[in-house]
């Protein structure tokens, strides 16, 4: 289903974007990194015209990460990013299918699951949006979070229908790879998955037991990426009988606005420095100035 979109990517040379060269040039940068040793960047030293710059503490490196070890191969930087785009193009369709069938639970149903599933991982996979990311717009990071998207719709309904642990966990590592492919996308998409869930019926969890296991599940991986520590212990302890994929949408987005609040205020604030440390460092030349003249 995937074969003609990747096709078109593959070809020799890479399409004129808007974002493209950009993001060649920021997995060029994890690739370095990589090869000197810094298994997560956060530091990129050689933006900012070589003055470096935190860019990755401010925007999730996961598309750059995965195109830098595939460049590390041997297929280069271009082709580690072409590579990532592939990838992503075969995510689309299957998420989209697997998600789509989780949703015919009922023997009435069954027989429509199928070519059901089949139209949305076509919708899906050919909607606009995803030819303008590809040869319009190139962002590599957007790219991979919305084929992660409905694997996480997918994990989420298994992981809560079942109330199991290893489902649980499986859907807590989609939710962290949604954070760590594209941040933005994961503060949209949450509440869509929040909604998602809280309009099936046959996933509220009902026994106490089953709650903790499922919360526990997702709030230890995601909650590494929020920094809170105490996230797991005021979820096990909390009385009311909660969806999981809620309590972690409101964990996440409250914590990832605040993060990305404090990211706001130290971009502001750096320009504003440098002009107080160069001025501060004309200062001597112009009281210098002044004794020649008099």
Request: proline share 5%.
């Amino acid at each position: 289903m995937a074969l003609i979109p990747i096709l078109a990517i593959t070809r020799p040379g890479i399409p004129h974007t808007a974002d493209g060269y950009v993001h060649i040039l920021r997995t060029l940068e994890v690739s370095h990194l990589l090869r000197e040793g810094v298994l997560y960047p956060r530091w990129a030293p050689d933006f900012y015209l070589g003055y470096g710059y935190p860019f990755f503490n401010f925007y999730a490196p996961g598309a750059h990460l995965l195109a830098a070890l595939a460049a590390l191969t041997g297929l280069g930087v271009v082709r580690g990013v072409v590579a990532v785009q592939v990838a992503a193009l075969l995510l689309y369709p299957t998420g989209a299918y697997l998600a789509a069938r989780s949703l015919f639970t009922t023997d009435a149903g069954a027989r429509w699951a199928r070519p059901a599933a089949l139209v949305s991982a076509a919708l899906y996979l050919y909607a606009p949006l995803r030819f303008r990311e590809l040869f319009t717009q190139g962002n590599l990071s957007q790219l991979l979070a919305l084929a992660l998207l409905p694997w996480c719709a997918w994990l989420l309904t298994e992981a809560i229908r079942r109330v199991d642990l290893c489902w649980s966990a499986a859907a807590g590592m989609a939710l962290a790879g949604l954070v760590y492919a594209h941040h933005p996308s994961a503060f949209l998409g949450f509440p869509f998955l929040a909604v998602y869930a809280g309009a099936r019926q046959d996933l509220v969890i009902v026994h106490v037991a089953g709650h903790v296991r499922v919360v526990v599940g997702n709030a230890v991986l995601v909650g590494k990426i929020v920094g809170d520590g105490n996230v797991v212990r005021r979820l096990v302890t909390a009385r009311q009988n909660h969806m999981a994929v809620f309590i972690l949408h409101r964990v996440v987005l409250q914590r990832g606005v605040k993060f990305i609040q404090f990211g706001k205020r130290i971009i502001v604030a750096l320009p504003a420095f440098e002009i107080v440390k160069a001025g501060r460092g004309q200062q001597p030349q112009r009281h210098q100035a002044a004794d020649r003249k008099k």
